[in-house]
Nanobody, 115 residues
Framework: QVQLVESGGGLVQPGGSLRLSCAASGSIFSSYVMAWYRQAPEKQREFVAF???????SVSDSLKGRFAISRDNAKKTMYLQMNNLKPEDTAVYYCNARRDKDDYWGQGTQVTVSS
């Protein structure tokens, strides 16, 4: 089993940056597909980015150029670097780990972009 804990959220002004972290514990981290999702108030959860065990990464088309995903398998940690943040990026950001039938979620970290 995998336990996921997100951190790094907070209040940031438009144009600012944040780096989110997702620390995993439990089963082998490196074999999981890791991903970030977000959910804004009164909206459905949406995909942000993923990173495979083989090193493939992908970011949602609407966020490319501003967001980047990375992972450190030795530290069992995944990151989301968010630059040039906009008010519409305000959401709870969730970490996800998936492998075969295993599907784990963290509790989320709040990101608020406001002046």
């Amino acid at each position: 089993q995998v336990q996921l804990v997100e951190s790094g959220g907070g209040l940031v002004q438009p144009g600012g940056s944040l780096r989110l972290s997702c620390a995993a514990s439990g089963s082998i981290f490196s074999s999981y597909v890791m991903a970030w999702y977000r959910q804004a108030p009164e909206k459905q959860r949406e995909f942000v980015a993923f990173s495979t065990s083989g090193g493939t990464t992908s970011v949602s088309d609407s966020l490319k150029g501003r967001f980047a995903i990375s992972r450190d398998n030795a530290k069992k940690t995944m990151y989301l670097q968010m630059n040039n943040l906009k008010p519409e990026d305000t959401a709870v950001y969730y970490c996800n780990a998936r492998r075969d039938k295993d599907d784990y979620w963290g509790q989320g970290t709040q990101v608020t972009v406001s002046s």
